[in-house]
Structures are given as C-alpha cells and as structure tokens.
C-alpha cells in the first residue's frame, strides 16, 4: 500500500540445533517471504541461538560443536547469524529470557545507527545550511519488532504441562510476536483454538503454510549417523564434514542426559534426576 509504514523484523530461532539441518535454514527463508508479502514488514537479519548444555535433553551433544554447526551453516548466509550468548550460559535460561536480551540488543543497535544517523544528518544540514523539517528522518519511531521463529511443534510444546511458564508464554507472544511454520502431522491452528493464551494473542502469531514439505527432522539424522547411513543433502556439506571429522553422534553420545530430568520440568516441578 501506498504510504504504509514498513516495520523492520528481526527473526529469532532458539532450540537445540542437534545437529543444525536445511530445514533450520529454511524456516528463516519462508519466514522472511511470508512477512514481506504482506507488505508490512522488511526482515533485516535473522539469529540462530542454540540452547545450553544446562538444558539436559537427551543425546544433546556440547554446545561448543553445535555452535560451530551452526555457525559453519550460515557461512555462506548474508542475514542469518548465530549467537552464542544463551550456549555459554551456565544454567540452562528461559526462552522468555533469552527474547528479552536480544531485544534489547537489537534496540542498541538501533540506537546506535540513530545516533550515527543523527550526527550525519545535522552534519548535512550545516554544510547545505538548509534547516527545514526532513520528514524521512522521522520514520524510525515505530522502530524495530523481535520475533520469534519456530515450528507448530513448539507451539504444541506450550500445551505440555509444567514445561512453560504461563506468564511467559503470554510474553513472547503477546509482547513480541510468534512466526511458526507449520510441519505434517501439526496443526498450529488447533493449538492456537485450545489455548486461551494463544487465543488471545492470536494476532501476533504468523502461521506460515509450507507447502513443499520437507520433514528434515534431527532426531531421525542423528539416527542415521548412530547407524553409518549417509545425512548428505539433510544437512549443509560443511556441517557433515564436521560431524565426521570429530566424530560426533554415536550410541553413547545418544544416552547423554538420559537419566537426568529435563531443565523446565526440574525449575517448574522440583522433580530432580533419578
């Protein structure tokens, strides 16, 4: 539309990345289309953060390697970039935590380029000594939205009980904003309907319809390499490579945290490992 305002996005994807795959990738590709042809959005970079050791999941390999998957996944990506901030946390850290630290480092950054802006301009302004209002210089007050990227299997994760906070949830979305892409077998939009939460938040939730399905899934790849079977064109070439020469994903690495209690439902339940 003529004259509509267009919000700059940043997309954020937190979970486990064990190992990163092409559909990790290509989330951030059909998250960015979708908003952007609405015309009410310009995504301008996307952040791949993938979670602690202290989050104790089953077969979750160190953060350091999944780090540097990740990383090596996006080499070649001119928008999309991994952070490192929520790995080296010691204790496993909330979702809701780790939206609110890159929010508000996306609001520096912002703040930053506006400074910078501001001296330019005022710059401009002396040497052409034309000192009459630039409404294009105003245009920032909307300012830049955070939001969360993830699959309808998070979605559907907020209905397992004691592994979310309420209050959180309400927070990611109500406060910044949900794009899932949906996958077989999910219905975000029937997770959507039972949830009052999600209900009433409903128009801050972007579904995403992917339609050239692709049910890449981590668990099935560490499987495949547990058993010497080929993950090529599953994952980025870089990243096989690396899987291979640390040799990284065997049966014994599977039983890591396999006796230990999720993180969330230790914090949420006081259940502690057996």
Known sequence: ????????????????FNPITNMHLRMFELA?????????YKVVKG???????????KG??????????????????????VDAWESLQPVWVETVKVVRHHYHEMLAAEQKNDDVDTVKYAKKRRIEGNYFEDSSHDKRRGGPQLMLLCGADLLESFGIPNLWKQDDIAEIVGRYGLVCITRSGNDPHKCIHQSEILWKYRKNIQVVQEWVTNEISATHVRRALRRGRSVRYLLPDAVVHYIQEHDLYSAESEQKNADV????LQKYTGASSS
Request: aromatic share 4%.
């Open 47 to 57: 952040i791949i953060s993938p979670v602690g050791d202290g989050y104790k999941k």
């Open 261 to 264: 209690v999720l993180a969330p």
């Open 60 to 81: 979750l390999i160190d953060a350091y390697h999944r780090q540097e998957m990740a990383k090596l996944a996006t080499e070649n990506s001119d928008w999309i970039t």
């Open 32 to 40: 960015r289309d979708h908003l952007e042809d609405t015309g009410q």
């Open 1 to 16: 539309m003529e004259g509509q305002s267009v919000t700059k996005v940043v997309l954020l994807s937190c979970g486990s």
